[in-house]
Nanobody, 122 residues
Framework: QLVESGGGLVQAGGSLGLSCAAS????????MGWFRQASGKGQEFVAIISWNGGSTAYADSVKGRFIISRDNAQNTVYLQMINLKPEDTAVYYC?????????????????WGRGTQVTVSS
C-alpha cells in the first residue's frame, strides 16, 4: 500500500513537500515514481528514482524545481517542490515498480497510491 501526504494549497512561487509511505511490503528494491494528473488532462510523468536512490530523472517541466528522494529505512519516498507554478496544480500520485527497473512509463508501475491534491494559486 502506498499513501501520499503533504498536498495542499500554496501560492505561486511557494514550496511544498510530498511524502509517500509504503506499507505491507518492503519497497527498498523497487523503483519509485511520482506522476500527476491535472483536471481534464491525462496522467503525466513527474520524477522517478532508482531503488537505491542513485539515479533520478525529471520531466522537463519540473527540472530544477522538484527533487525526488527516498529513505529505504523508512520505506518512504519524497518529492520536494519549490517555485511552484499554477500549471503544477494536479493530483500527485506515488507509484512503485517491483522489478526495480528505472522507467518513466506509467504502465510499467505495479502499485499506486490514491493521490494527494496540490493546488497552486496565481
Amino acid at each position: 500500500q502506498l499513501v501520499e501526504s503533504g498536498g495542499g494549497l500554496v501560492q505561486a512561487g511557494g514550496s511544498l513537500g510530498l511524502s509517500c509511505a509504503a506499507s505491507g511490503r518492503t519497497f527498498s528494491r523497487y523503483a519509485m515514481g511520482w506522476f500527476r494528473q491535472a483536471s481534464g488532462k491525462g496522467q503525466e510523468f513527474v520524477a522517478i528514482i532508482s531503488w537505491n536512490g542513485g539515479s533520478t530523472a525529471y520531466a522537463d517541466s519540473v527540472k530544477g524545481r522538484f527533487i525526488i528522494s527516498r529513505d529505504n529505512a523508512q520505506n518512504t519516498v519524497y518529492l520536494q517542490m519549490i517555485n511552484l507554478k499554477p500549471e503544477d496544480t494536479a493530483v500527485y500520485y506515488c507509484a512503485a515498480r517491483r522489478d526495480g527497473a528505472y522507467s518513466s512509463s506509467m504502465a510499467s508501475y505495479d502499485y499506486w497510491g490514491r493521490g494527494t491534491q496540490v493546488t497552486v494559486s496565481s
